[in-house]
């Protein structure tokens, strides 16, 4: 059970991190939710698995919070998604992210975000 468990902790660690700085990279707000709210799903469930494993006598207390965490999560970051579509947030294009990288690409050493 330590060993399932363990991977759980693992998997859903991996999943923060990886979200996290995908929440940090990516270029737009819509795409800042897509990974924020894998992390807020995937990665809370992992974590709460993990712990269910390994602490058998609070395993159906986590597994439920888990379940309720799988049907609200994404409801939220839809919710802020729409939010900001209706406050008109504007959606990044391909051609926005070619012209940002170029005026990147261009700026002089010591400017800053220059490089980011």
Same mark, same amino acid.
């Given at each position: 059970?330590?060993?399932?468990?363990?991977?759980? &902790? +693992? !998997?859903?660690? *991996?999943?923060?991190?990886?979200?996290? @700085?995908?929440? $940090?990279?990516?270029?737009?707000?819509?795409?800042?939710?897509?990974?924020?709210?894998?992390?807020?799903?995937?990665?809370?469930?992992?974590? &709460? +698995? !993990?712990?269910? *494993?390994?602490?058998?006598?609070?395993? @159906?207390?986590? $597994?439920?919070?888990?379940?309720?965490?799988?049907?609200?999560?994404?409801?939220?970051?839809?919710?802020?998604?729409?939010?900001?579509?209706?406050?008109?947030?504007p959606v990044l294009r391909k051609s926005d992210l070619k012209q940002s990288a170029g005026a990147r690409a261009t700026m002089p050493e010591g400017v800053?975000?220059?490089?980011?």
């Amino acid at each position: 059970m330590e060993i399932i468990g363990l991977f759980f &902790l +693992l !998997g859903g660690l *991996f999943f923060s991190v990886v979200g996290v @700085l995908g929440t $940090v990279r990516m270029p737009d707000l819509y795409c800042r939710l897509h990974a924020s709210g894998k992390v807020s799903t995937v990665g809370l469930c992992g974590l &709460l +698995l !993990g712990a269910a *494993f390994l602490m058998p006598s609070a395993m @159906l207390k986590l $597994v439920a919070l888990a379940i309720f965490a799988i049907l609200t999560l994404p409801v939220s970051t839809h919710a802020i998604a729409a939010a900001a579509h209706r406050h008109g947030v504007p959606v990044l294009r391909k051609s926005d992210l070619k012209q940002s990288a170029g005026a990147r690409a261009t700026m002089p050493e010591g400017v800053v975000g220059a490089g980011d």
